[in-house]
C-alpha cells in the first residue's frame, strides 16, 4: 500500500498535479486491513484517466530527463508557479537555414530582406560586349580616293599603285618632298634591288640610285653581266627623310605596304637588300650588315632568297670594302644562275 501511494505521488508530482492525501484509516478498518482507501483530489483540468496517467508516466520514467528552456530541470520548474501548459520554443535554427530567410522588420527601419544565396545576374538585359580590339590603320587611305583607288593596295595595278604612291600623304615626309621616287627597270625581272631612301638626287629627278651612288650601282652591275635595264630597282620608302637622316620606324611602316606590292607584281626569284637600312627592314634584324653579307636569307611567305650587300654610298665612303662587294657580286651572280635553271 504504501509503494503504491509513493509511486502515485510521485506521479502526480511529475505530472505537475497538486494532490492532497488523508492518510486515517476509515472506520471500521482494523490494522489488518489488507487495503486502505486513498482519496485524492486532483485538479479539474486534469481529464486524462487514470490508466492513460500510469502509462504515460511509465513512459516518461524510461525517457531521459528533459531540461526546460531556461536549463532548470523538471523538478526544479515544479516548485515554481506555472501555467499548466508552458509556451512552446522553436529550437534554435542552423545558421544556414537563418541565412535563408528574411530578417525580422525593425520598428525603426524598413524591412530588409537578408538573403546569403549568391545573387543570379539579370539574364533578361543583354550582356555588355566587350571593347573590340583597335584595327591597324591602313595605309596611305584618302578620303577622296576615286573607286578603283580604294581598293586594297595589293589589288592595285602598276599605274593606280603608282598614283597611290604620288599622292601619299599618311607620314610627315610628304611635307617635304620634290616628289616620291617610284621605282624603275624591268616589271618582270629576275632580280631586285632594294634601297634604303631616296637622296637629293633621286628627290630632284624621281629615280631611285641616281648621283655618284646610283653610277657605281651600274658599274657593279655591269661587272656581272647585267644592265640596269634588265633588273627592277626600288627603295623601302618612297620619300626623301630631311638631311639624308635614317627613315624612322613608322615612315618604313607606312611604305612597306607599297613595296610588299612591288614584290607581288614583279615576282623576283632573288632580291638583294642594298645597305644597312634596307638589309634591318626585310630581315627584321639589327644585325651589323657586315655580319649579314655572304649569307642567303629566305624572305616573306614565298621564301624568297634574299642576300645582303653594302649599299654603293658607302663603297664611295670606303673604297677598300669594294673587294668585299666584289665578292658578293660573284655570291649574287651564281645564286641567280642557279636559281634559273
Known sequence: MNSYNAFHEQYLK???IQLWIPRRPLPGLTDNASSVTVSTVMLP???HTMSEEIAQLDNASQAPQPVTANGASPDQNSQMPQPDTAPHLPEEEPAFERANQPSQPNESQAPQAV???PSVPDTSQPLETPPEPPQA???????T??????RPVLELDWDTLANKIATCTTCSLHQSRTQTVFGIGNRQADLMLIGEAPGADEDAIGEPFVGRAGQLLTEMLYAIDLKREEVYIANVIKCRPPGNRDPEPNELACCDAFLQHQ????QPKLIVAVGRIAAHHLLATQTAIGKLRGQRFEYGVRKIPLIATYHPAYLLRRPTEKRHTWQDLQFIQKTLSELKT
Do not use: F, Q, R, Y
Not at 580616293?145 to 580604294?150: C, D, G, H, I, R
Open 263 to 266: 614584290m607581288a607584281l614583279i
Open 145 to 150: 580616293a576615286s573607286p578603283s583607288e580604294e
Open 137 to 143: 590603320a591602313t595605309v596611305n587611305t584618302l578620303s
Open 45 to 47: 483540468e486534469d481529464s
Open 115 to 117: 538573403s546569403a544565396t
Open 14 to 16: 511529475a505530472m505537475d
